[in-house]
């Protein structure tokens, strides 16, 4: 099937000699562009963390004008998820990944240029409705090719997921050189997005899903917004929503404000250091994913969540206090047990989602949470950075720190609950 014909949505009838046609790549290859194509876009979408001091210094920016250029990202994110979250569903998984790639090259070449507070909200902007595309495509598309194993679908798309965001701060560090170091990182990643466009587009593909009798194809692209018709899962995903809400709230400070405060008290003047202490949290959750036992669905999700969410709360309060002392080493510690903390919590209760949800909604479901979760990066950040330019970096982080530490008791207790109400 071709990639135009997927977009038009031609069932595989209306084209049956061009159906053959096209790369019949393995399996093997089908998953690394799959998850692939999602890992190199959240790397893309995270280069900028270490890079934020130096565009601030450049173009002027305050607190909040950080803050509002890393949640343009988030709001554009959310809303083609809420909008387009579904259409991988119905136009193909391929053509989706292939749009979202056009839209992240576009985006990296805007941030790379942008002299304006309102450029760098453009670029990330159309890269968060890269992101989008491809979130839902992509974990659609590692279920159907591991139809036996689900939870190590759901793995790979959190490894997928979390991994980029905790490679791409450091990656910006290190691929900020020369006399331009806040444009290398963002065209050598779009070099790597250019690169996947010929396997996505010569790969053969499934067809796309002829509409029902009577149904235009701008009524199955309709937004859908978060009415999932969840039924017995929809406790299963509200607690994974609350969840990656919070944990996302708490990556945002992370990957935002954070860098230049922990920069100021540690005295850290290498970028590459800089985006490693900002993706730590992302890397140990990545960690974690990888390294869990594999646990029949029956067993998932609700013992390992409240240790997973205490250890997140924990780590993040003692972040919070270990950067106003300055000690590195109580720092790093505690950013390593957030992370762990928040890749127990929430893969748990991922895999659980996943494995309630039928295989027809999966797209949808898995777009709806990251709605959710994704808008932990966008409010609380902006908030943060608003709180921030009244009181000042140090009391706002405190002040953040903390509330993200109750938070997480709080949720630690509704699992908990959840986990005796079941038994």
């Known amino acids: ?5 997927e977009l038009r949505m031609r069932p595989l009838e209306a084209a049956p000699s061009k159906a053959a046609r096209g790369w019949d790549a393995s399996r093997s290859v089908r998953l690394a562009l799959s998850g692939g194509t999602l890992f190199v876009l959240l790397v893309g979408a995270n280069l900028a963390t270490p890079l934020y001091p130096l565009l ?12 509002i250029a890393f949640a343009s990202y988030v709001v554009s994110l959310i809303a083609v998820l809420l909008v387009a979250g579904h259409w991988s569903d119905h136009i193909g998984r391929r ?3 292939t749009v979202a790639v056009l839209l992240g090259i576009a985006g990296l070449a805007v941030f790379a240029s942008a002299n304006s507070l309102l450029m760098l909200c453009l670029g990330r902007a159309l890269h968060g409705a890269a992101v989008a595309l491809a979130t839902g495509a992509s974990a659609a598309s590692l279920r159907e090719l591991l139809p036996g194993r689900p939870e ?27 006399s331009r170091p806040t444009v290398l990182p963002f065209l050598a990643c779009a070099a790597a997005l250019v690169l996947l466009l010929a396997p996505l587009v010569l790969v053969r593909a499934r067809p796309a899903l002829r509409p029902p009798e ?17 039924g017995s899962a929809r406790g299963s995903f509200w607690r994974a929503a609350a ?4 944990s996302f709230a708490v990556f945002g400070y992370c990957l935002s404000l954070a860098p230049g405060y922990f920069a100021a008290t540690l005295r850290l003047s290498s970028l590459p250091a800089v985006g490693a202490v900002a993706g730590l949290a992302l890397a140990a959750s990545a960690v974690v994913q990888l390294a869990g036992r594999r646990r029949p669905a029956s067993r998932v999700p609700l013992p390992a969540t409240p240790l997973g969410l205490v250890l997140l709360g924990a780590g993040t ?17 505690a950013i390593v047990a957030a992370g762990v903390g928040q890749g127990i919590a929430f893969r748990a209760l991922f895999e659980e989602l996943a ?3 039928g295989p027809e909604r999966h797209a949808q479901a898995v777009s709806a949470l990251y709605v959710v979760t994704y808008l932990g990066s966008a409010v609380p950040v902006i908030g943060l950075g608003a709180f921030a330019g009244v009181v000042g970096i140090p009391l706002a982080s405190d002040v953040f720190t903390a509330g993200c530490a109750a938070a997480a008791g709080v949720l630690a207790a509704i699992c908990w609950r959840a986990r005796h109400s079941r038994s």
Request: charged share 5%; proline share 2%; hydrophobic share 60%.
């Open 214 to 230: 009577g149904v235009s194809r701008s009524s199955v692209l309709a937004p859908r917004g978060l009415s999932l018709g969840l």
């Open 95 to 97: 053509a989706a990944l």
């Open 317 to 333: 309060l003692g972040a919070g206090l270990a950067a106003q002392a300055g000690v590195a080493v109580v720092l790093v510690l």
């Open 152 to 178: 190590w679908a759901s793995r790979a798309t959190l490894l997928s997921s979390s991994g980029g965001v905790a490679l791409g701060p450091v990656l910006g560090g290190l691929l900020a050189v020369g």
């Open 56 to 67: 601030a210094a450049r173009l002027g920016l305050d607190a909040l004008g950080i803050s």
């Open 1 to 5: 099937m071709s990639l135009f014909a």
């Open 243 to 246: 969840v990656g809400f919070l």
């Open 355 to 357: 494995a309630a949800v």
